[in-house]
């Protein structure tokens, strides 16, 4: 190729990528993705006329089906809104998680309008500001009303903590609900000659004990067969500090609860799964893989497994509730939340927008995919939630967060860090569970470390 | 004639100088505005506090600068010809900064990543063009075919780039341009943009310059720093700034989001705060000699006969900083000596060789999370395939000698023991290949004469090793070890990956840079993390000064 030609076409090439640069900002398309073909250039959007709002919104989606339902409900909501143009985004990336995303975005002032959000972060967020309490909207709008959505979450949503006062605020709506149950693997478990955990829910013997001899007769099958299997963080351990009566904190949320008697017991039954019986996959190994090798009989993990589980199981399996303890199954209520960010210029749109991300007839949509359990306490979500089979046994998640069963609503702390209280809780549980820590010494030092977490 | 045509040009040339001049002293009268308005409480509401500031403060050079010049310039001094060309250039770059910004470039280019996945297949026809371009040359001897090649070529080409053009969205953008251009703020800064190119024009310009005296030392020097400029102000920008802020912002609370407050060195001191006290025996409990709402425990020793425990404020600081130095001390050696061996190997002549320095060159340039989570399932200690081999290596122990050794189910990273050793392993096997081949370009530099005087002395393989290419390779060494320990002691990813939750078991693999994440973005403690960030600049720092010292002594790297 000659010089000349060589020059002329890089310079064409540098002068169309600075010109090309100044195109707007391509926004994903609200439509579903149908296929893996790439997705053809989006056409500069025209100047919007002076009515015409756009309203970016985000969620954490766990899988590209997901992804796809979320953008054909914006494209559905869109429609719906009249002025309004909806862009949905997926969040994240592939280097950075989506609250990371999300927290960088904020700081520098290109979040979306409304997002969401864990429920552990609420707290954090509503006090820095950085979302918006939507209180006087949702007083103002006909036929809204809090107590359609499991108490739980409301109740950290409609925290003031200036009052400390639940009620007074409103910081968002809750876009799910998810609750622990066992997976199981009836295979082993026929093989090992143990009952079938769902006959002994329905017996009323699905206790402790029951489970702990499920799990000692599954192990036997050999040293590298497991009972038990659960990932390390907060959740699993949690549920059993809950089912026997104990909680992380004290009764109004300030201070440390982990050195109570009943907390005690919780950890003791489980690190006698871990270290004495040793029937639990190593505490600190990924639980999943194993399952999903047929070595683990019961997995303890919540809805969003699911997915996984029916893609990649070989053998035959349902779900089962917890076993109780002296205080019940101990559930977890996991929920999240759809805020609005605090510097939205569309605050009363974004409002609407939440409400109708939360209506039965959406929560119903996503609930179908089978990962996410409605939020509002809706029969028509919940009908479209146990269609998703298999699992055969879907009752057994709504069980869990049945008001019967008394479960824990995940919860942010007002009163204190949330991140700090895990990361000193996470580490000393884990040298628990592992071994290197006796339950004397953990109750001894537990709340003394913990308590730092909390604003005195 | 040539006397009436000089004058004329030095009275243009004092005139140039004349309007430069009163450019100057407007520019600095428009800097004091500029700066009342940026800090005047009601003024620029968008921008944050720092960055008015800063704003402000660079503004406030610029015109002292420009006062400066137009100072000088009425004195005709050549002084006032470099503060202009300064003050103009850094204007220039700065309005045409804003210019580019405001049009919206710098988005686009998020968008141009969009656009031209979609349409970059459309550029292999331009590869097409230069094919049939490129068969044109086989026929030299018939020069008309060949210039129809040529053509076609050509043609082809530019069809195809057009099209590709078109689909990378070039008319949209063109349209868009277009309409951002009409509008007045950007009509104003392009007016701005084009007064600052001509003063520097005006200055630039010889007779100009010849008026105000210039020196040939001047101009090389402008001329040096001019072509400086562009990697001079990317490093002021993108490496200098940030890392003045981040120093800045380790003397706040500043949680990310605009909530700040300067508290000096109490990040400093949080992290140093330590407690030293005497135990009555060496069970004693903590919480007896020492406040448990300030400390917790860090270490317990024995001296002298009597017990002692360390208490610290912060304690997962100085253990990540402790687990931080065991990985770099540890990794250090193991991913430089196997690759120095490696490299021995891999300079040899034997067929096929190439091949196994590109495997062994791969994980370098593999992504880290993909590695992370590969060796994630290789480690699993219930179906991880090492603990599956060394299993089966074990029972093949046990069959043939009759020994009774247990199935191997190590807990790579589930244990406090083992989890350290095992991120420590993967990262030594994912720098190691990059040494090797940092070593194997040393190795070739040396000299073969001397392997052949010392072969011709009797000297063995491993005293030529010893003796002559050990030495030889100092500087290559010396290279390899300050990269690898900085990057060693920059640790995260794979901690990030592959311990669940990360930094687990307990605070085992907890390392210096994830914990400054942890504080970062997770705590909203971006001062505190900020703080974390510049300890572990000056550890770095310092360990690398060390190694340059004893490098120099040894005279192997001349530096």
């Given at each position: 190729m000659s010089r000349k030609l060589f020059l002329g076409i890089s310079l064409i090439v540098i002068l169309a990528m600075v010109l090309s640069a100044c195109a707007p900002k391509v926004v994903e398309t609200a439509?579903?993705?149908?296929?893996?073909a790439p997705v053809e250039?989006?056409?500069?959007?025209?100047?919007?006329?002076?009515e015409e709002i756009t309203l970016r919104w985000r969620t954490r989606p766990d899988n590209q089906a997901e992804i796809d339902v979320y953008s054909a409900v914006s494209a559905d909501l869109d429609a719906a809104m009249e002025g309004v143009t909806l862009v949905y985004e997926p969040g994240g990336s592939e280097t950075s998680s989506y609250q990371d995303v999300l927290k960088t975005e904020i700081g520098a002032g290109t979040a979306p309008d409304v997002f969401w959000i864990p429920g552990t972060d609420v707290a954090d967020f509503a006090t820095r500001g950085?979302?918006?309490?939507?209180k006087s909207m949702a007083d103002a709008t006909?036929?809204?009303?809090?107590?359609?959505?499991?108490p739980g979450p409301m109740y950290h949503l409609t925290y003031n903590p200036e009052t400390s006062?639940?009620?007074?605020?409103?910081?968002g709506l809750p876009r799910d609900v998810s609750t622990f149950a066992l997976y199981l693997n009836l295979d082993l478990i026929a093989e090992a000659g143990a009952d079938d955990p769902r006959e002994l829910v329905k017996e009323g013997k699905w206790t402790w004990e029951a489970f702990l001899d499920v799990a000692k007769k599954v192990q036997a099958?050999?040293?590298?067969?497991?009972g038990y299997g659960a990932n390390a963080w907060w959740g699993p351990y949690g549920v059993w500090i809950n089912s026997a009566g104990?909680?992380?904190?004290n009764a109004d949320r300030?201070?440390?609860?982990?050195?109570t008697p009943e907390a005690i017991a919780g950890l003791t039954f489980e690190r006698q799964l871990y270290?004495?019986?040793?029937?639990?996959?190593?505490?600190?190994?990924?639980?999943e893989p194993p399952f999903m090798a047929g070595k683990v009989a019961m997995f303890q993990n919540g809805r969003w497994a699911t997915p996984g589980v029916r893609a990649n199981a070989n053998f035959n399996w349902d779900v089962v509730e917890l076993p109780t303890g002296a205080s019940g199954q101990g559930n977890w209520l996991f929920w999240g939340a759809y805020v609005v960010n605090a510097?939205?210029?569309?605050s009363e749109e974004a409002w609407k927008l939440v409400q109708m991300l939360t209506t039965a007839e959406t929560q119903g949509k996503i609930a179908a995919l089978g990962a996410n359990i409605p939020s509002r306490m809706s029969q028509e979500a919940f009908d479209a939630f146990l269609t998703?089979?298999?699992?055969?046994?879907?009752?057994a998640f709504l069980n869990g967060i049945a008001d019967a069963n008394k479960p824990t609503a995940e919860g942010p702390l007002w009163a204190g860090s949330w991140p700090n209280y895990d990361s000193i809780m996470g580490p000393m549980v884990s040298k628990v569970l592992n071994g290197e820590l006796t339950i004397e010494d953990y109750q001894k030092t537990i709340c003394v470390e913990a308590n730092k977490a909390f604003e005195h | 004639m040539q006397v009436q045509k000089t004058h004329k040009s030095i009275n243009q040339t004092q005139l140039i100088i004349k309007v430069t001049t009163a450019w100057h002293f407007l520019l600095s009268i428009s800097g004091i505005f500029l700066i009342a308005y940026i800090i005047?409480?009601?003024?620029?509401?968008?921008?944050?506090v720092w960055l008015s500031y800063i704003s402000a403060i660079l503004i406030g050079l610029l015109s002292i600068g420009s006062f400066y010049s137009a100072f000088k310039l009425i004195k005709l001094q050549r002084q006032g010809r470099t503060a202009s060309l300064v003050v103009n250039y850094i204007g220039l770059v700065v309005t045409a900064l804003l210019f580019f910004q405001n049009l919206g470039i710098f988005l686009g280019v998020d968008a141009l990543a969009k656009t031209f996945g979609s349409?970059?297949?459309?550029?292999s026809g331009v590869l097409l063009g230069y094919l049939v371009y490129t068969i044109g040359d086989r026929y030299h001897y018939r020069i008309q075919i060949e210039e129809m090649f040529h053509k076609i070529g050509k043609y082809i080409a530019l069809i195809f780039f057009a099209i590709f053009l078109i689909k990378s969205g070039l008319f949209p953008a063109l349209i868009y341009l277009a309409k951002q251009m009409i509008l007045p703020s950007n009509f104003v800064i392009l007016f701005v943009v084009i007064v600052f190119g001509l003063a520097i024009w005006s200055m630039w310009r010889e007779p100009t310059a010849l008026y105000l005296n210039r020196t040939n030392a001047q101009t090389e020097a402008l001329e040096g720093y001019l072509f400086l400029s562009p990697n001079l102000i990317g490093f002021l920008i993108f490496f200098a700034f940030p890392l003045v802020f981040s120093f800045f912002i380790s003397l706040t609370d500043w949680d990310?989001?605009?909530?700040?407050?300067?508290?000096?060195?109490a990040n400093y001191f949080e992290l140093f705060k330590l407690n030293l006290k005497q135990l009555?025996?060496?069970?004693?409990?903590?919480f007896q000699v020492m406040d448990g709402s300030i400390f917790s425990e860090l270490l317990r020793f024995n001296m002298f006969g009597k017990s002692y425990v360390l208490g610290a404020a912060d304690a997962r600081f100085w253990i990540a900083l402790r687990n931080t130095l065991v990985f770099g001390i540890v990794t250090v050696p193991l991913s430089a000596i196997p690759a120095l061996f490696l490299a021995n190997i891999l300079?040899?002549?034997?067929?096929?060789m190439k091949i196994f320095r590109a495997i062994y060159f791969l994980p370098s340039i593999a992504a880290v999370v993909g590695i992370s989570l590969i060796w994630q399932w290789l480690y699993n200690?219930?179906?991880g395939y090492i603990n599956y081999f060394i299993t089966v290596g074990l029972d093949f122990i046990n069959s043939v000698f009759s020994t009774g050794y247990p199935q191997a189910q190590i807990r790579w990273l589930s244990e406090s023991r083992t989890a350290l050793l095992a991120i420590i392993i993967v990262s030594a096997w994912q720098t190691m290949g990059f040494n090797t081949v940092l070593f194997l370009a040393g190795l070739q530099n040396v000299p073969k004469e001397l392997y052949e005087a010392a072969t011709v002395d009797g000297a063995g393989r491993w005293a030529k090793f010893w003796k002559i290419t050990l030495p030889l390779l100092a500087p290559t060494t010396f290279f390899v070890i300050t990269t690898t320990t900085i990057q060693a002691f920059q640790v995260f990813e794979q901690v990030f990956i592959m311990t669940n939750p990360p930094g687990s078991p307990g605070t085992s693999t907890l390392t210096i840079v994830l914990y400054l994440y942890q504080n970062g973005f997770?705590?909203?403690q971006q001062g505190y993390a900020a703080a974390i960030a510049w300890v572990l600049f000056i550890v770095i720092f310092s360990v690398t000064l060390l190694q340059f010292r004893s490098q120099r002594k040894t005279g192997a790297y001349d530096v």
């Open positions: 439509t579903p993705v149908e296929t893996a250039a989006a056409e500069p959007t025209a100047a919007p006329v002076a950085l979302i918006l309490d939507m006909e036929g809204f009303s809090a107590g359609d959505f499991y006062m639940t009620g007074e605020a409103l910081w099958l050999g040293s590298d067969v497991y104990g909680n992380f904190y300030t201070a440390c609860g982990l050195d270290v004495e019986d040793k029937v639990a996959v190593p505490y600190g190994e990924d639980s510097n939205t210029e569309h998703f089979t298999p699992p055969a046994n879907n009752q | 005047f409480p009601h003024g620029l509401k968008n921008i944050p349409s970059i297949g459309w550029l990310a989001f605009g909530n700040s407050n300067f508290i000096g060195l009555a025996n060496s069970t004693q409990d903590f300079n040899s002549k034997i067929p096929g200690a219930t179906i997770q705590r909203f």
